[in-house]
C-alpha cells in the first residue's frame, strides 16, 4: 500500500529498495524514507548534499528510528552518511524503539525530542510498549525540541512547532524553504493521529491541525508517521475530519 503510491511533489522518483522510500527533492536536499516495523512507521534520513562548488560530505538527520531499522542503517552504511542528530516527532514506541540502534553504530550524536516525552523513552507504559507485549526502552534524549526553536542542517533552517494532542510532546519539524513539514502522527493522508490513547487530548489535537498545521502554505509536503505523503491544501480539500 504505502510503497505502491506516488508521492506528490518535489519532482519525486521512488526507488524500492529492502523496504526504503527514496525520495528526490531538489539538487541539494533528499528525503529517504523508510516504513518500519510492526507498525509500518515511516522513518526518514534527511540529506542535504553541499552547494554545486564545495566539497565536503552531505549532512543528514534520522527521524523516527522505529523498530527493526536495519534498512535504514544499511542504507547510511552503504551511502557514508553520518547523521548530525536524531529527532523525534514524539516518543511512542514505534518511533523511538530504534534509537539504540542507531546510537550503536554512531554514539555520541544528539537525540532530540519535546521536554514534556523525555520520561517516555525508559518508561513502557508511557511510550505505549507495554500493551504490545514488547516493552522498549532506550536511551533518554539528550537535548530538547520545543516552540519556534531554530534547527539548522546543511545551511537549511528548519523550524520546530509543537502540535500536541496525539501525545502530549509531539512536535513537526517544518522547513519554510523547502515547504516540507514532517509531522509525525498529528496528521495523516485523508485522516488524523489518534487521540485515545493515554496522554491524548482530541481538542488539542484539533487544534494543532487547525491553527498550526492549517496556517502553513497550502504547497507544503506533508510527511506523515505512517502512510504515504499529502499536502496542506489535498488534506484541506479532502480530509473527512476537517470538515
Ligand atoms: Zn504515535
Ligand atoms: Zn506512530
Request: proline content about 8%.
Amino acid at each position: 500500500m504505502f510503497l505502491g503510491k506516488m508521492f506528490p511533489s518535489h519532482n519525486v522518483t521512488l526507488h524500492f529498495t529492502a523496504g526504503s522510500i527514496w525520495l528526490r527533492m531538489a539538487s541539494t536536499f533528499k528525503l529517504h524514507a523508510f516504513e518500519l516495523g510492526r507498525c509500518q512507521t515511516n522513518a526518514y534520513v534527511l540529506e542535504v548534499a553541499p552547494n554545486q562548488g564545495q566539497t565536503g560530505a552531505s549532512a543528514c538527520w534520522v527521524i523516527d528510528p522505529g523498530e527493526s531499522p536495519q534498512p535504514l542503517l544499511k542504507f547510511l552504511r552503504d551511502t557514508g552518511l553520518k547523521p548530525e542528530a536524531i529527532l523525534l516527532t514524539h516518543a511512542h514506541a514505534d518511533h523511538i524503539a530504534g534509537v539504540d540502534q542507531v546510537l550503536g553504530v554512531f554514539p555520541n550524536i544528539p537525540v532530540l525530542a519535546h521536554a514534556r516525552e523525555h520520561d517516555w523513552f525508559q518508561d513502557p507504559q508511557l511510550n505505549l510498549s507495554l500493551f504490545i507485549g514488547e516493552p522498549v526502552s532506550v536511551c533518554a534524549p539528550t537535548g530538547t525540541l520545543a516552540h519556534a526553536q531554530k534547527l539548522s542542517l546543511g545551511g537549511i533552517q528548519f523550524q520546530v512547532l509543537e502540535t500536541p494532542g496525539h501525545s502530549p510532546g509531539s512536535v513537526t519539524l517544518h522547513c519554510p524553504s523547502e515547504k516540507l513539514a514532517i509531522v509525525g502522527d498529528t496528521l495523516f493522508q485523508n485522516s488524523i493521529g489518534r487521540s485515545d490513547f493515554p496522554g491524548s487530548d482530541p481538542d488539542v489535537l484539533m487544534h494543532s491541525i487547525n491553527e498550526v498545521l492549517m496556517t502553513l502554505p497550502g504547497d507544503t509536503a506533508i510527511y506523515p508517521g505512517h502512510g504515504p505523503s499529502t499536502t496542506i491544501d489535498k488534506e484541506r480539500r479532502n480530509n473527512p475530519f476537517l470538515r
